[in-house]
């Protein structure tokens, strides 16, 4: 709950991120070095101010936070209150933010994955230890604190490195095109960031004030495994925006379409592939991590936890086309009413049946709103068919039904042994299901011509 609410702090960077994204791309592709650090002045910049006012505001907010959790003890309260002020010190790291979205637009995505990764093993070993220390929820702020400031540094020394020229960011002049041009678009993305905020980052709040702060561990819990796949299934939209933005501003537009529609049925066999195991061994999952003792949320959870996170991926994919051209502002109404669907959809269904209520406000949203109104989007704005996106997509949401269906009835008499026989009959289902789609676009003759010139253009790189 502590982490939702300083999620909502990251509302007052009031979309200036998503507005530099398109701009780098831009000047990256026209090789316009000015209009480069011009881009990186205003955001940095003003990223300074924001991590100033960022402060200011989570420090005031202190008390209506400690409003929202109930059933605590004076010295629960106490380190809630302590663990919410560390956490502000995470926000210190926000003037480095646009050196991140600069290696992203360089199409180097891949190497902030590999350092988020990094990050998230620091995090977990050092909130192991501090938990084990007694240091309470104050010692999971520390390590979210380290992580980040960790983060941040390594990803700005890279960008110096390669063009110390950049360093002079913060005091550089601007101009006032650059900071039109980025206004422009940061009304637009901010609106997209609340919609977002308040469509996904509310269920432990929504759980934690009608079913009391205890259900909160248990939904966390359950849907665990998925909320970190759909995490990194995410982070693949945020890996390939730059070069997608790059095709759009050369005017490549068939290759563009081609291209989204390939990585869209692309995220959909990852996300089935990951999700179908983990939703036939989550409850074993659940009782090896937790306990036999612990509270497990029940079947439902997970299932609507997985098609969430399977459907959510490929929304972000397609977001990722707007904001990455700079069409932000085409998206801004689907997301709003999503976001109003979801709160209210949750609300109620969490009233009327308890914990799966969250999820299933998700889900609704999803398949009222976003699942038709952006493919929709994507053709008028792009040309892309819709009926190549439909199978695109649906293929593998199909293929990975069968294979969930298949994986429980094999196992449904059958428990893993321990953690080693978990991970490896996970990792066997998950492989033989790659396996098996790999064998079909190997029988495509233009799917395996198309790979192979990847892989050696792969291996020439290396």
Same mark, same amino acid.
């Given at each position: 709950?502590?982490?939702?609410?300083? $999620?909502?702090?990251?509302?007052?960077?009031?979309?200036?991120?998503?507005?530099?994204?398109?701009? /780098? #791309?831009?000047? /990256?592709?026209?090789?316009?070095?000015?209009?480069?650090?011009?881009?990186?002045?205003?955001?940095?910049?003003?990223?300074?101010?924001? *991590?100033?006012?960022?402060?200011?505001?989570?420090?005031?907010?202190?008390?209506?936070?400690?409003?929202?959790?109930?059933?605590?003890?004076?010295?629960?309260?106490?380190?809630?209150?302590?663990?919410?002020?560390?956490?502000?010190?995470?926000?210190?790291?926000? =003037?480095?933010?646009?050196?991140?979205?600069?290696?992203? +637009?360089?199409?180097?995505?891949?190497?902030?994955?590999?350092? @988020?990764?990094?990050?998230?093993?620091?995090?977990? *070993?050092?909130?192991?230890?501090?938990?084990?220390?007694?240091?309470?929820?104050?010692?999971?702020?520390?390590?979210?604190?380290?992580?980040?400031?960790?983060?941040?540094?390594? &990803?700005? #020394?890279?960008?110096?490195?390669?063009?110390?020229?950049?360093?002079?960011?913060?005091?550089?002049?601007?101009?006032?095109? !650059?900071?039109?041009?980025? =206004?422009?678009?940061? +009304? +637009?993305?901010?609106? %997209?960031?609340?919609?977002?905020?308040?469509?996904?980052?509310?269920?432990?709040?929504?759980?934690?004030?009608?079913?009391?702060?205890?259900?909160?561990?248990?939904?966390?819990?359950?849907?665990?495994?998925?909320?970190?796949?759909?995490?990194?299934?995410? $982070?693949?939209?945020?890996?390939?925006? +730059?070069?997608?933005?790059?095709?759009?501003?050369?005017?490549?537009?068939?290759?563009?379409?081609?291209?989204?529609?390939?990585?869209?049925?692309?995220?959909?066999?990852?996300?089935? !592939?990951?999700?179908?195991?983990?939703? &036939?061994?989550?409850?074993?999952?659940?009782?090896?991590?937790?306990?036999?003792?612990?509270?497990?949320? =029940?079947?439902?959870?997970?299932?609507?936890?997985?098609?969430?996170?399977? @459907?959510?991926?490929?929304?972000?994919?397609?977001?990722?086309?707007?904001?990455?051209?700079?069409?932000?502002?085409?998206?801004?109404?689907?997301?709003? &009413?999503?976001?109003? &669907?979801?709160?209210?959809?949750?609300?109620?269904?969490?009233?009327?049946?308890?914990?799966?209520?969250?999820?299933?406000?998700?889900?609704?949203?999803?398949?009222?709103?976003?699942?038709?109104?952006?493919? %929709?989007?994507?053709?008028?704005?792009? $040309?892309?068919?819709?009926?190549?996106? #439909?199978?695109?997509?649906?293929?593998?949401?199909?293929?990975?039904?069968?294979?969930?269906?298949?994986?429980?009835?094999?196992?449904?008499?059958?428990?893993?042994?321990?953690?080693?026989?978990?991970?490896?009959?996970?990792? /066997?289902?998950?492989?033989?299901?790659?396996?098996?789609?790999?064998?079909?676009?190997?029988?495509?003759?233009?799917?395996?011509?198309?790979?192979? /010139?990847?892989?050696?253009?792969?291996?020439?790189?290396?």
């Amino acid at each position: 709950m502590l982490l939702d609410c300083q $999620g909502y702090l990251t509302l007052l960077e009031l979309g200036l991120g998503g507005a530099l994204s398109p701009l /780098l #791309a831009r000047a /990256l592709a026209r090789g316009d070095d000015s209009a480069l650090k011009q881009a990186m002045a205003v955001a940095s910049q003003a990223y300074l101010g924001i *991590s100033v006012a960022t402060l200011v505001v989570g420090a005031g907010a202190t008390v209506i936070v400690l409003r929202l959790v109930t059933g605590l003890s004076p010295s629960e309260i106490a380190d809630f209150r302590t663990a919410w002020l560390v956490g502000l010190l995470s926000f210190l790291t926000l =003037g480095l933010v646009p050196f991140r979205t600069i290696i992203e +637009a360089r199409q180097h995505g891949y190497r902030i994955n590999l350092l @988020l990764t990094g990050q998230a093993l620091v995090v977990t *070993s050092v909130s192991l230890i501090l938990a084990r220390g007694g240091w309470g929820i104050t010692g999971q702020s520390v390590a979210s604190v380290l992580g980040a400031w960790g983060f941040s540094i390594i &990803v700005t #020394a890279a960008v110096l490195w390669n063009q110390p020229s950049l360093i002079r960011s913060w005091i550089r002049r601007t101009d006032r095109q !650059t900071r039109l041009s980025l =206004g422009s678009l940061s +009304a +637009a993305t901010f609106m %997209i960031n609340l919609s977002g905020r308040v469509s996904l980052m509310t269920d432990n709040l929504v759980v934690g004030a009608m079913l009391g702060t205890g259900q909160v561990t248990t939904l966390f819990f359950t849907q665990r495994l998925a909320s970190l796949m759909q995490t990194l299934l995410g $982070g693949v939209g945020s890996s390939i925006w +730059a070069p997608l933005a790059d095709l759009h501003a050369r005017g490549e537009h068939e290759a563009f379409n081609r291209r989204l529609i390939e990585l869209s049925r692309l995220v959909g066999f990852l996300s089935v !592939t990951a999700l179908a195991p983990i939703v &036939v061994y989550n409850r074993h999952f659940v009782r090896l991590l937790m306990g036999p003792s612990f509270q497990y949320g =029940g079947d439902t959870v997970i299932i609507l936890a997985a098609l969430n996170a399977f @459907l959510l991926a490929q929304f972000a994919l397609w977001g990722w086309c707007f904001s990455g051209t700079g069409q932000i502002r085409k998206v801004v109404a689907t997301s709003v &009413v999503s976001a109003l &669907v979801n709160v209210i959809a949750s609300i109620v269904m969490t009233h009327w049946l308890g914990l799966v209520g969250p999820l299933l406000g998700t889900t609704i949203s999803c398949l009222t709103v976003n699942l038709w109104s952006l493919p %929709i989007l994507l053709q008028r704005v792009f $040309g892309i068919p819709i009926r190549a996106l #439909a199978a695109a997509v649906g293929i593998p949401f199909i293929s990975g039904l069968l294979f969930a269906l298949a994986l429980g009835w094999l196992i449904r008499d059958h428990g893993p042994q321990g953690w080693m026989g978990l991970i490896a009959e996970m990792s /066997l289902a998950a492989t033989l299901f790659l396996g098996s789609v790999g064998i079909a676009v190997v029988a495509n003759t233009e799917e395996r011509n198309l790979w192979r /010139l990847r892989w050696q253009a792969i291996f020439s790189k290396g």
